[in-house]
């Protein structure tokens, strides 16, 4: 069965802290890991990565992948109070036709 | 206009009930996804489609049955609506491998 934690679950920050979210997983066929966030209403994708060691770049967000370790980043510098939101990993895997697994997701909270 | 809709937006129902939620999507995608989320569990998946004569179980399918009308339609329903059934549902399109997935807006459901 594919298993995706998120770590930390909440984490709260003041504007112009630099975060990291971290998602870990067990897949069987591994397709891709995806970041999505969601604020009150449905979760929005950020970013798809599929190899190791190749940044994705979006402005004050970045994520990368290792596929060794079975782990993926989120980095969010210089953050916003439009920041807060939750952030959820999933991963593809290709035996189920390529369904996604979500993790828990991690709540962040920009304060002012 | 929104790609992927779903109404009702909010329905309060009472035990034994049934219910059903519906979706629509504009963005062409064969794949269909019914989704809900619980606090602190994560996105769990209920069904999937991945075209009109394809349905498939997800992980917590006990209780729901869903009805794939045509490309761009894909129903949820409730037969016998209970109060841990109580969730915001989503609904998702997906793009196939290496798959990106696109939300609507959710449905919040409570069960009295």
């Known amino acids: 069965e594919d298993k995706v934690v998120q770590s930390p679950l909440s984490l709260v920050v003041h504007e112009g802290d630099t975060v990291t979210l971290n998602c870990s997983y067990e897949v069987t066929n591994f397709r891709s890991l995806l970041w999505y966030k969601q604020e009150k209403k449905a979760p929005t994708f950020l970013f798809m990565l599929?190899?190791?060691?190749i940044e994705k770049k979006s402005g004050r967000l970045s994520s990368i992948l290792d596929k060794k370790e079975l782990f993926s980043i989120l980095n969010i510098t210089a953050t916003q109070t439009g920041d807060s939101a939750i952030y959820l990993c999933?991963?593809?895997?290709?035996?189920?036709?390529?369904?996604?697994?979500f993790g828990e997701g991690t709540q962040l909270t920009v304060n002012p | 206009d929104a790609d992927v809709t779903q109404t009702p937006r909010n329905r309060i129902t009472k035990t034994g009930k049934r219910i059903m939620l519906e979706c629509s999507q504009t963005?062409?995608?064969?794949?269909m996804y019914w989704y809900r989320q619980d606090p602190g569990l994560g996105l769990r998946l209920i069904y999937y489609?991945?075209?009109?004569?394809?349905?498939n179980k997800g992980e917590i399918s006990d209780g729901y049955s869903v009805s794939r009308q045509a490309q761009a339609k894909f129903s949820l329903s409730l037969e016998s609506a209970i109060p841990n059934q109580t969730a915001l549902y989503f609904c998702?399109?997906?793009?196939?491998?290496?798959?990106?997935?696109?939300f609507g807006p959710g449905t919040r459901l409570l069960v009295l």
């Open positions: 999933a991963v593809e895997d290709g035996t189920s036709g390529s369904r996604l697994t």
């Open positions: 599929t190899s190791s060691g």
């Open positions: 489609s991945f075209d009109v004569k394809d349905i």
């Open positions: 998702a399109t997906g793009t196939g491998v290496m798959e990106t997935q696109y």
């Open positions: 963005k062409g995608h064969d794949r």
